[in-house]
């Protein structure tokens, strides 16, 4: 098996663009990439495209070979990869494999979501179609209910306070604040998300990942560079929330980390930091406990310590997170990679953190139903 | 009817475009005693985490469970 590298990166600015197309926004990341590599597209042998839901938001389908061949990569197979918020961590996953293997040596990875031209109702509706829809659409479930059951679970198991999950909204709101691609750059308080609008109770408005528009790109090669791809592993787990034993944690992130730390020959404890899937506050809690960074139950007080923000031992989602950055789903698992390549890079800016030789990416579809952890290694 | 107890709940204040007429409205995941679970809309008095339910017959919305008294 080959060593597989990240060779470029490039990203939109996460927001509601309501003069910009999913073409156009695909167009500047993979050109944006493309200048960072300093390569010739000539070079790439497959498009890899993760895109939740674009004939829903925008009416266009058969996107990879529509996307790069509006890039002018003309030719070689271009495919689109779903799965559900985790679409982009999956093309990625698929991508990384395919160069590990040998069947190619520089692929393209593209991830894009254009959501904002919908209202919020029907953006909601949309959504719920990563559930079940026999089992939880039907009865009116959306997925800000489905993970407020399992805040509501965890709150009643392990005496996760409302405070717990407030602390992770204020940190990554700061982090954004400190991200100029970030949708949201406004710093709030412990208390301002307490009191905020109530969307599926415990969860309030603050509890909540927004809808964005984006785009992200990365150029990945057999070709030996700085930031390396110790490992990408992705697992399954039962769409509906009916069928989890345990709701308090997710078992396909515990499978996927367990294999992407075997894989790389490292432990939890030996990651610098990381950008994890945090679509509602309590998502980022669990995470913490099934990447294997806390002991179960116990996330809540260790991120209201302080431990996770970006001068802390792990900083956790500097970027700002789904939740302040933004979440264009299908962009997000990509885009969780190249923030962490700004990390490592020394390229973060204000917030740059101390040390960033190995990070983690982890990017989770549904409820749980995929989960895609990947780990990158400076040289 | 089906007993069950709620292992799980949440009320819905914003709500997909289908039902948004109904909103808020409380959803429970309950189990059974065979402890198979089940996603189900509350009727009438909110349910907390413990809260024994029954189902309720010929619901609107199906299936249908409340608590019992």
Redesign the interface.
Known sequence: MRSVYVAGIGKTAFGAFASRTLKDLALESIQSCLYDAARDKEELEAVYVGNFDSPSFTNQNHLAPYIAGAAGIQDVPATRFEAACASGGSALFHAFHAVQSGIYSNVLVCGVEKMTSQ????V??IL?GAGDAE????????F??IF???A??HM?QYGTTREHLAHVAVKNHYNASLNPQAHLKKVITVEQALAG???????TIYDCSLVSDGAAALWISADPQTIRIAACAQASGPV???GKPD?TTLNATRLAAAKAYKAAGITAQQIDLAEVHDCFTIAELIAMEDLGFIAAGESGPWVASGATGISGNLPVNTSGGLKAKGHPIGATGVAQVCDLILQMRNQAGPRQVAKADTGLAQNLGGSGATSVVTILQRK | MRQATV??????????????A?AP?Q???VEFVDQ??????ISGLRVQ?GDRVQEIENPA???TFEVIK
């Open positions: 209202s919020t109702a029907r909601a509706q719920a089992l939880e659409s039907a009865i009116g479930a959306t800000p209910a407020a059951m399992i509501r679970r009643y609008k109530p969307i599926c109770e415990p969860l509906s929330l009916a709701i | 292992y799980s709940e949440t009320v819905i204040h914003s709500a997909p475009e289908q039902f948004a109904d409205y959803i429970a995941l198979s679970r089940l996603l189900v809309r985490i919305i199906h299936p």
